[in-house]
């Protein structure tokens, strides 16, 4: 059976870890800035900086970034027009 580019790779318990031959979790991606709306941490983030992936949603593929802050780690949800692969 063979995958498409960017399908979804599920572990044993039905979790999305990765997308197929483009991006896992723990993986760094570059932050381009917002697109659409707001998040009240957005100011956290920096377009151009890498940032690791800590969550693939199932529902439609979005990536959760991270940033530790002091003692705190602060997320982010990025669509895939707002991250762009680390060659």
Not at 13 to 37: A, C, F, P
Not at 39 to 56: A, K, L, M, R
Request: with cysteine; hydrophobic share 30%.
């Amino acid at each position: 059976m063979s995958r498409k580019y960017g399908s979804k790779v599920l572990n044993a318990t039905g979790q999305v870890v990765g997308l197929h031959e483009m991006l896992k979790i723990g993986d760094s991606v570059i932050w381009n800035g917002r697109k659409y709306g707001s998040c009240e941490h957005d100011s956290e983030f920096q377009p151009g900086n890498t940032y690791p992936v800590c969550y693939i949603y199932d529902s439609n593929c979005d990536i959760e970034l991270s940033v530790d802050a002091g003692s705190a780690q602060i997320t982010i949800r990025a669509h895939d027009d707002e991250y762009s692969i680390v060659q």
